[in-house]
């Protein structure tokens, strides 16, 4: 099985930079994702993570290290619009089907 | 490039009536599916996957069933709702990029039982 844990909610000014943790334990591991959720729409993919290091798409980096089953996503220049919710996901290896396991989610709030 | 749809968008539904929502893909072939639901202010729950048409796995049980009568159909069906049932009911698909599968998801059916 898999346990992913992220905070629940982050609070971060306007042009700042917010870390959203993410760590796992899982039996195997075969890829972590980020996805952003607006209030009331589906999630949008964000980034994907298999190899060891950062991958950085504009405002947006995540980072992965496998030998201590842990993640971040960065945001920076932060933008009212960046006010949302955060999920971090990871696929076993063994999964059949490429199944995703989703953690809670991170809400964040980006105030003026 | 690939999309996906959902319908209907939202629905209202009164307890002990069947239910069917529906899913299509375009542009791939042969894409894993999956049914998830998202109950108000919770995570993502996987309720069915699907690697192939006709071949659907359950990951939790419940009063829902899903099929898969096309390659690219994915269908979520009750024959009688309850009110737990309410929630933001998601199709996703996932596609071998990367050297690694991909998942996105579709806009969603947001059902709400009375």
């Known amino acids: 099985g898999q346990n992913i844990d992220q905070p629940t909610e982050m609070t971060a000014t306007e042009g700042a930079i917010v870390q959203i943790n993410c760590t796992y334990q899982?039996?195997?591991?075969?890829?972590l994702f980020w996805y952003q959720q607006h209030a009331g729409e589906a999630p949008t993919f964000l980034s994907y993570?298999?190899?060891?290091g950062l991958e950085e798409k504009g405002r947006f980096s995540s980072f992965l290290s496998r030998s201590k089953g842990y993640s971040y996503l960065l945001l920076k220049e932060l933008q009212m619009k960046d006010s949302a919710s955060y999920l971090c996901a990871v696929r076993d290896e063994e999964a059949a089907g490429n199944k995703l396991t989703f953690g809670g989610g991170t809400r964040v709030l980006v105030k003026p | 490039s690939q999309t996906i749809h959902q319908w209907p968008a939202t629905l209202v539904q009164p307890v002990g009536s069947p239910l069917s929502l529906e899913c299509t893909v375009e542009g791939t072939s042969n894409p894993n599916l999956y049914w998830y639901r998202q109950a108000a202010g919770r995570g993502l729950q996987l309720l069915f996957y699907s690697v192939g048409i006709g071949q659907i796995s359950s990951e939790v049980p419940q009063n829902l069933s899903a099929s898969r009568p096309q390659d690219r159909q994915f269908i979520l069906s009750s024959k009688k709702l309850l009110l737990s049932d309410s929630g933001f009911y998601l199709c996703?698909?996932?596609?071998?990029?990367?050297?690694?599968?991909?998942?996105?998801f579709g806009p969603g059916t947001r059902l709400t039982v009375t």
């Open positions: 899982t039996s195997g591991f075969n890829g």
């Open positions: 993570n298999v190899l060891d």
């Open positions: 996703a698909w996932s596609v071998l990029l990367r050297g690694g599968y991909e998942q996105y």
